[in-house]
Structure formats: structure tokens, C-alpha cells
């Protein structure tokens, strides 16, 4: 993966969320709003939308929620739903919700051209907006154990009693084992998470940081978690935070020759079927592959941009460049009821 770095940002690896700029009269008079459900957490995101309105003079009318419940409450309200868009992590939130019919397609030349086909639906229904590498971690004082390579070799016996990782039913989980099984067939899938599953320090427990925290404190020696939390880490206002982070190493799996490359995962935006200002919401979701918005996912809370030449984070640049699995995100997305009921029955709990 090449992008430009934000050299610019290297004194300074926070945003700072800017208050919102008055809005000009012609733009209030405009009068247009959307109503924009999601379930990201981020305080960063504020940005983006405040930009948005400053650029358009269409106003956010922000819910947020567990992508699950804002997928039943779409479904629950129904054609009075006053929903525009639903943004949300992982593909296989976006699968469930393409399944559960609350989605329209959309067509757009700028989308089609700004992001790439594995990181789109192929029929239109969502769009991914930022990628999140899924990573192994290792202690940087330790050094890089030898032999671990991919996510197939987290499952060889050498590695037993050393690997930290969360729940098999979160999504992050079940996308990573969905990707493998696209590879590999439900067979080695199988043999492989009843091997990782052999292979853990403790039982599964926690989110993504706690993985990673968990091996300077010594309860493991390898941890699966996504990038943007060690980057974050990284650039906390907490000394103790710094220090801890700076131990974890990170091995970008499966960039040998001919091989299928590292695991991403995105956050995407879909037009909800009976979106009200079905206009604004495509609109806002083009604005979310724009330059400036782009930017706000890469400092603001260490995303990968999906746009080509797009800036990455320094920190970020700093794990290194590596090559991500061409997948397309709605496969693993799809493949994720199979990959959870494999994990449970090989004793990823």
C-alpha cells in the first residue's frame, strides 16, 4: 500500500475538531437536512459532518447507535423512517444490512471512480469510506517471532499458549475467518481456528486493545487486532499509553509472493431504501471520498483512506507499506454466518 504521508502533521498527530463555522444565510435558507444513522463512536467524525454542512449547507441531524439495533429500528419503522443514510464498521454489518432490505442502490460515477471494487458492492447497495488493516502483534523487545508469516501460521503448535484475541462473535473476528475461508474452504478453515483456538493465552475476552495491552503485561505474546487502536495508543495524551504502545510490533500476514495479502476491513455508507433526501444522502456519501474528508478518517482516528493517493497518517506510515487482500468486502461480509458456527465448533468462544 503507497500513499503520500501527512508530513505536515508530524509535530501534531491529533486533530483538533474544529467548532462549527457559521453557516452563510443562503445555505440556512436551503433548509435541507439528513438524517444520518451510524455507529461509529468517533468524536472525530464531528468534523466530518460540520464540513459537510459548511460546504453544502445541508445540516446532519446525527442518531447513533449498535449497528444491529439502528438496522431494526430502520426495519421497524418502515416507510416513516426518517432515515437517510446508515454508515457503520465492518462488511458484515453492511451484508446484514443490504440482506435485511433497508438499503437502495445508487448509482455514481464519483463513487465508482474514487473507490476501488473490492471495497464497494457490486450491485451499488454500500460504499466503503475508510479501510482498518487487521494485524498480528508481537512484543518489539521480544522481537519478531520466526515463522509467523500469515494468519495460517497464528494455528502451529509453536505458538501455543501465546495468542490474545477477542470474542469469535464479533464482527472483526468473523470477517478475518470469513476471508480465510474464501482462501481455504470450510475443511482448513475449520483446522485452522480449532488451531488458533489451541493456541490462546486466555479465552477470548475484551476488545481489540486489550489484546495488544496484554502483551507488554506478558499474559501473551501475540495478539489480532486492528491497526487504528494501536495508533491511537500511540498518540495518546498519556505517557504511560506511548510507552506500552511502543513495545507492540506489527507483521502485516500474507505478503509473500503469490500470496493473497493483509486482511482490511472497511466502515461504508448506504442509502437507506426509503430515505426521504435520497438526493443529499448520495451526495453525502460522495463527500465522504473527497480529499478533505478522507483526510479526516486518516488523522482523525487512524483510518486507511479508500481513495488512491490519499494521505495516511504518519504514524501509520510508520508500520510500513504492505499489500491488502483484493477480496471483495461484501464476500467476507457474506461469509460470516458460516465463519462464526466454524469458530464455536472448533472452540473459538
Known amino acids: 500500500m503507497r500513499r503520500r504521508h501527512l508530513l505536515s502533521l508530524l509535530p501534531i498527530f491529533g486533530l483538533a475538531v474544529a467548532a462549527p ?3 452563510t444565510s443562503a445555505a440556512l435558507a436551503q433548509g435541507q437536512e439528513l438524517n444520518l444513522y451510524s455507529s461509529r463512536h468517533y468524536d472525530t467524525d464531528r468534523e466530518l459532518y460540520d464540513t459537510f454542512t459548511r460546504e453544502t449547507g445541508i445540516r446532519v441531524r446525527l442518531i447513533e447507535g449498535d449497528a444491529d439495533q439502528l438496522i431494526q429500528r ?3 419503522e418502515g416507510a416513516n423512517s426518517p432515515a437517510d443514510v446508515l454508515i457503520t464498521v465492518d462488511a458484515a454489518r453492511l451484508a446484514r444490512a443490504k440482506e435485511a432490505g433497508i438499503l437502495q442502490p445508487i448509482r455514481s460515477q464519483v463513487l465508482d471512480s474514487r473507490i476501488p471494487a473490492n471495497l464497494r ?3 451499488g447497495f454500500w460504499f466503503g469510506v475508510s479501510k482498518r ?6 512484543d518489539r523487545e521480544a522481537g519478531r517471532p520466526e515463522g509467523l508469516n500469515r494468519f495460517e501460521d497464528l ?3 509453536r505458538f501455543r499458549g501465546q495468542i490474545c484475541v477477542r470474542s469469535s462473535s464479533h464482527p472483526y473476528n468473523t470477517s478475518l475467518t470469513g476471508s480465510v475461508l474464501a482462501a481455504n474452504g470450510p475443511e482448513a478453515t475449520e483446522a485452522w481456528a480449532r488451531g488458533v483456538a489451541a493456541n490462546m493465552a486466555r479465552p477470548p475476552q475484551g476488545g481489540d486493545r486489550d489484546q495488544f495491552r496484554a502483551i507488554p503485561s506478558g499474559q501473551c505474546k501475540l495478539a489480532i487486532s486492528n491497526t487504528y487502536y494501536l495508533g491511537n495508543m500511540m498518540t495518546s495524551q498519556r505517557a504511560e499509553d506511548r510507552a506500552m504502545a511502543e513495545r507492540v510490533g506489527v507483521i502485516f500476514p500474507n505478503q509473500g509472493e503469490g500470496d493473497r495479502g493483509a486482511h482490511v476491513n472497511i466502515s461504508g455508507a448506504g442509502v437507506v431504501r426509503t430515505a ?10 460522495e463527500y465522504l471520498t473527497s480529499p478533505r474528508a478522507q483526510e479526516i478518517f486518516a488523522v482523525g482516528n487512524m483510518e486507511y483512506p479508500v481513495v488512491a493517493d490519499a494521505p495516511v497518517h504518519p504514524v501509520l506510515a510508520a508500520f510500513g507499506e504492505f499489500r491488502e487482500d483484493q477480496l471483495n468486502a461484501g464476500t467476507y461480509g457474506a461469509n460470516a454466518a ?5 469458530m464455536q465448533r472448533a472452540g473459538w468462544r
Not at 488493516?133 to 508481537?138: F, G, N, Q, S
Not at 458460516?338 to 466454524?342: D, V
Open 338 to 342: 458460516e465463519a462464526l458456527r466454524i
Open 155 to 157: 494455528a502451529d503448535p
Open 276 to 285: 426521504p433526501n435520497a438526493a443529499a444522502a448520495q451526495r453525502f456519501i
Open 74 to 76: 430502520i426495519r421497524t
Open 133 to 138: 488493516a487487521r494485524v498480528i502483534m508481537y
Open 121 to 123: 458492492d457490486a450491485e
Open 21 to 23: 463555522a457559521a453557516l
